[in-house]
């Protein structure tokens, strides 16, 4: 079956939308960003795809996009991602995550759009009482960002019973490193992603990589997270749409990971390895809202869709984030 229409993405101008974009319009796809540019880049959307500078809370812009673009899609990336901000400002988060997206929900409904898929986040799980972690195990988020999430999925559960609407809400473990073409990459201003710190370390824009805990209950006392290659999520978005287009009265909530975790400590020891230089860490105590380790069971996504990952490899993905970074140094001069 064929969509029949474009597909909306929004917050297409950020990191991982801009990703989504390009698998998108690498598969045929015609694609109409919605993004307010607050956090994203105009120029990091590809030429191919048509840019509305909107929020999604805006309804009439929005529905006019929907109307005017003829969509019949939308992959729903726009939204706020620091764990620690969402601590200090839940509310902050419940108004660009959850409220945003009923606004979303609500213009999706009343455009009669069949198809919505959400960035959700393995911060939905909270301290999993295990790992890897299963897509049926308790979701008790510890902080706001990741309730705020939490709360969008009822959203979409409650709207499919509904309306005649599917989802796919795809739960991210760590996403990281760039677009193997050098097409997009990573460009926010302070990011808190490690991967992305530690390369600006290694291009001289930062003196040091801070370690956010030393005691957790892991091999070596850092963090554990499961990181994928921004590409590899990318195409699984593309793979779930065509899901929920062969299958309309289908939903499904699947977890993006590799099923491996590396601590913080062994993130960086790949960063020395990728550019033969040793990076400073600079060891603090922990951040708020952060558990010890997050692994995906990425059995059912591999069950449910096609997709396998193509740069399954902690190197990569520090060598693709590397040369994204170097780029973006070469930007920036004069």
């Known amino acids: 079956m064929e969509l029949n229409g474009k597909v909306m993405v929004t917050g297409g101008a950020g990191y991982i939308g801009s990703h ?26 590809d030429s191919r795809a048509t840019l509305v500078e909107a929020n999604v809370a805006d309804d009439d812009a929005v529905r006019g996009a929907i109307r005017d673009h003829d969509v019949r899609a939308i992959l729903h990336f726009a939204g706020s991602v620091v764990v620690p901000e969402s601590v200090s400002d839940p509310l902050k988060y419940y108004r660009n995550n959850t409220a945003a997206t009923r606004a979303l929900l609500e213009s999706a409904v009343s455009e009669g759009v069949p198809h919505f898929i959400f960035s959700s986040t393995a911060a939905t ?16 988020p510890i902080n706001p960002y990741g309730m705020s999430k939490l709360m969008t999925e009822a959203m979409l559960r409650d709207v499919a019973v509904a309306h005649p609407i599917n989802y796919c809400a ?4 760590n996403v990281a490193g760039a677009d193997p073409q050098g097409r997009s990459g990573q460009s ?28 957790f209950d892991t ?17 699984a978005h593309v793979a779930a749409l065509e899901r929920l287009i062969e299958n309309p009265d ?22 020395d390895r990728v550019t033969n230089l040793t990076i400073q860490r600079r060891y603090e105590g922990r951040r708020a809202g952060d558990p010890a380790a997050l692994i995906a069971d990425n059995a059912a996504i591999f069950a449910a869709l096609p997709w396998r990952p ?18 973006l140094a070469e930007r920036a001069q004069p």
Request: charged residues 20%.
């Open 20 to 45: 989504a974009v390009l698998a998108l319009l690498d598969a045929g796809y015609e694609v109409v960003v919605i993004d307010n540019l607050v956090t994203g880049f105009a120029w990091a959307v």
């Open 125 to 140: 799980y909270g301290t999993p009482a295990k790992v890897p972690v299963q897509e049926g195990d308790p979701t008790v």
């Open 170 to 173: 795809l739960r991210y473990f």
């Open 188 to 215: 926010t201003i302070g990011a808190t992603h490690l991967i992305k710190i530690a390369v600006e370390a290694a291009t001289g824009k930062r003196d040091a990589v801070s370690v956010f805990g030393t005691d």
């Open 219 to 235: 091999a070596d006392g850092t963090g554990v997270r499961d990181y994928i290659h921004v590409s590899d999520l990318a195409a």
């Open 250 to 271: 289908e939903s499904l909530t699947l977890n993006c990971g590799y099923g491996r975790g590396f601590s913080v400590n062994e993130v960086l020891d790949a960063v």
């Open 310 to 327: 193509q740069y399954d490899d902690l190197d990569t993905i520090v060598r693709d984030a590397l040369s994204w970074e170097r780029g």
